[in-house]
């Protein structure tokens, strides 16, 4: 589905199909990284949570997850199936990590200085996990498992103090 925003840039909102299973090896790897707090990161970071880099080469799953986007972004903007199966770009993934904690949250901001385009996948979203807020229009993406938003860099999001614990998302810079 690609929805049209007020910017009148378009985002693409896809659900994965074997998500439950991808999740499933996303968690078990998150459980094993060290994340790092802003103060950590020297607070080059908009995340107000934890911050985990996720290293090339990527693990099986974070590779399929990559393929897919870049699928969605082929199909849906370069509007070529043939680009499908090539990389469209280079890919940066972290995770991201936000907690029911005072004051866990994503300030607002863009990507474009270091991408052409952004992706947020759903990887954890417990009850109260906080949505995706497109700021300018204010449309709201619910955080829901498996859920993968693909949008112009140029756009400013954020995401509201989280009520969660352990909402989990990995997300990309994808750079053409």
């Not at 060290?34 to 908009?46: C, E, G, V």
């Not at 229009?137 to 829901?144: L, M, R």
Request: proline share 5%; aromatic share 12%; charged share 20%.
């Amino acid at each position: 589905m690609i929805i049209d925003l007020k910017e009148h840039l378009p985002v693409i909102i896809e659900k994965h199909p074997f998500y439950e299973s991808i999740n499933k090896k996303l968690m078990e790897q998150v459980n094993s990284l060290s994340f790092k707090t802003p103060d950590q990161l020297n607070h080059y970071t908009n995340i107000r949570g934890g911050q985990a880099g996720v290293f090339e080469p990527y693990n099986k799953t974070v590779k399929l997850i990559e393929n897919w986007i870049n699928e969605l972004i082929a199909i849906n903007l370069v509007r070529n199936t043939s680009d499908a199966n090539e990389p469209l770009g280079k890919y940066f993934f972290w995770f991201s990590r936000l907690n029911d904690k005072k004051d866990q949250y994503t300030r607002n901001h863009n990507h474009i200085v270091h991408a052409t385009f952004a992706a947020v996948y759903f990887v954890n979203t417990p009850k109260g996990s906080s949505p995706l807020v497109f700021t300018t229009s204010g449309k709201k993406i619910k955080a829901e498992e498996g859920k993968v938003v693909i949008f112009p860099a140029s756009l400013y999001h954020k995401v509201p103090q989280n009520k969660s614990k352990d909402r989990v998302t990995l997300a990309c810079n994808i750079c053409f």
